[in-house]
T-cell receptor, first 114, second 115 residues
Framework: DVKVTQSSRYLVKRTGEKVFLECVQD?????MFWYRQDPGLGLRLIYF???????EKGDIPEGYSVSREKKERFSLILESASTNQTSMYLC?????????????FGPGTRLTVT | AQSVTQLDSQVPVFEEAPVELRCNYSSSVSVYLFWYVQYPNQGLQLLLK??????LVESINGFEAEFNKSQTSFHLRKPSVHISDTAEYFCAVSDRAGGYNKLIFGAGTRLAVHP
């Protein structure tokens, strides 16, 4: 089974701080994704990466950036955290077509910005 | 663009009763469909998927979903639920726009199983 790990389960940061969320996968999958999860809104895609050093914007990229220097690691960066970025952040990994299309998720990081 | 509608935000049900969680998607072109489950304080786990072939797909813990192309639906059902099925369930559809393999998720349905 693919294992996806995230660096923190819970994180509390202050407004204006730079925040790094780290994600590591152990199955050599090409694609990695960052989502945020909010009640009543489901999962919304922030950014994804289909290869090392490659990235694409998702549906809500504003206020975020990403980095993928190694295939197994995908980082989400909040350049200047704001209270409206308080959320659950989920990382996922998956294979491109003709792979299985499913994504494998980490346990999530619950970020609170005060 | 693809979209997914989960018609019920919450579904309360008694233990051993049947349940149906409804999911409709927007596109009638070829799609791949998924149900994920999220137990409290955990990430999402794949429950079942439809890629091709039989329109009825099953999970190992008794859930099943039926792909209905004419109604653009992929409803999830279980004939008899357990307390341990209490979780949030997300329906998702593949989106291959731009050549990338993305998933579009519904807003989720919270299933609460009561004794």
């Amino acid at each position: 089974d693919v294992k996806v790990t995230q660096s923190s389960r819970y994180l509390v940061k202050r407004t204006g701080e730079k925040v790094f969320l780290e994600c590591v996968q152990d199955m050599d999958h090409e694609n990695m994704f960052w989502y945020r999860q909010d009640p009543g809104l489901g999962l919304r895609l922030i950014y994804f990466s289909y290869d090392v050093k490659m990235k694409e914007k998702g549906d809500i990229p504003e206020g975020y950036s990403v980095s993928r220097e190694k295939k197994e690691r995908f980082s989400l960066i909040l350049e200047s955290a704001s209270t409206n970025q308080t959320s659950m952040y989920l990382c996922a990994a998956g294979q491109p077509p003709p792979g299985g299309y499913e994504q494998y998720f980490g346990p999530g990081t619950r970020l609170t910005v005060t | 663009a693809q979209s997914v509608t989960q018609l019920d935000s919450q579904v309360p049900v008694f233990e051993e009763a049947p349940v149906e969680l409804r999911c409709n998607y927007s596109s009638s072109v070829s799609v791949y469909l998924f149900w994920y489950v999220q137990y409290p304080n955990q990430g999402l786990q794949l429950l079942l998927k439809y890629l091709s072939g039989s329109t009825l797909v099953e999970s190992i813990n008794g859930f099943e979903a039926e792909f209905n192309k004419s109604q653009t639906s992929f409803h999830l059902r279980k004939p008899s639920v357990h307390i341990s099925d209490t979780a949030e369930y997300f329906c998702a559809v593949s989106d291959r726009a731009g050549g990338y393999n993305k998933l579009i998720f519904g807003a989720g349905t919270r299933l609460a199983v009561h004794p």
